[in-house]
């Protein structure tokens, strides 16, 4: 008597063979073929801004390895007139990096000037005054920097902020300008500060924006109301552009 396979038996022999075969054909179905045109899956892209309103990174604590020799007194070398330094001496003056989009202003375009507003604890508070001669826009902030009446470069760290003096929040959107309107920089510093025997700041130099020219900013007279008394050490902290709160000159 001849004996049957049980179905049982026979569904898991098609079953053994059923699989292999299907995953054969999902492989092959995964094969390129010629003149096959479906696009691949879409992935989703970020775009990354090309520009930032947040302040730069700051220069760091100032070392007395980064002073000048002549840093303690004036050596016996003739001094090269602010006003006679080239672009490349400015350039190389500039310590802190610009940052922030939306600056059009040119050095041509706007005068540069300080103020000094007020002092309290060591602080000294004061803006940059920027006076525009014809319409333009000034944003985030510019690079700095300052030379000492010694000629000697001053190195000072630099950190910017995105407040104010108050501690409100300021940002660095663009402040456009009309000709004859200004804007301001709100600046404050601490630390190391010019004495009698000490060299100060002769000159700010200023970066308006990534790529423009250095602008040549003279200080006022020692001594007088808006006199910065920017050292080596000194701790400069600038804030980003603000619309004018009545400093500008009549």
């Given at each position: 008597m001849t004996r049957r396979p049980s179905p049982a038996?026979?569904?898991?022999?098609?079953?053994g063979l059923l699989v292999p075969a299907l995953g054969i054909v999902l492989v092959l179905d995964r094969v390129p073929r010629a003149g096959d045109t479906t696009s691949p899956p879409?992935?989703?892209t970020t775009t990354v801004p090309t520009g930032s309103n947040d302040p730069p990174t700051g220069t760091?604590?100032?070392?007395e390895r980064d002073y000048p020799e002549s840093w303690d007194q004036p050596d016996d070398s003739p001094v090269t007139p602010d006003a006679d330094l080239l672009q490349p001496d400015l350039v190389t003056l500039v310590q802190s990096e610009p940052a922030g989009t939306g600056t059009t202003c040119t050095p041509e375009q706007v005068t540069l000037s300080f103020r000094v507003v007020d002092a309290a604890a060591g602080t000294i508070f004061g803006y940059l005054v920027a006076e525009a001669a014809e319409p333009c826009?000034?944003?985030g902030w510019p690079g700095l920097g300052a030379r000492g009446e010694w000629g000697d470069p001053l190195p000072m760290q630099i950190d910017p902020e995105a407040r104010g003096w108050d501690?409100?929040?300021?940002?660095?959107a663009p402040v456009p300008l009309a000709a004859g309107e200004c804007a301001l920089l709100p600046l404050r510093w601490t630390g190391e500060r010019a004495g009698a025997l000490s060299q100060a700041a002769s000159s700010a130099v200023v970066l308006l924006s990534e790529g423009s020219p250095a602008v040549l900013v003279p200080n006022a007279p020692r001594g007088t109301v808006d006199w910065v008394?920017?050292?080596i050490a000194t701790h400069l902290y600038p804030?980003?552009?603000q619309p004018d709160?009545?400093?500008?000159p009549p």
């Open positions: 038996l026979i569904a898991i022999i098609c079953l879409h992935t989703s760091g604590p100032v070392h826009a000034l944003a501690g409100t929040t300021l940002d660095g008394d920017w050292t804030g980003p552009w709160q009545g400093l500008c």
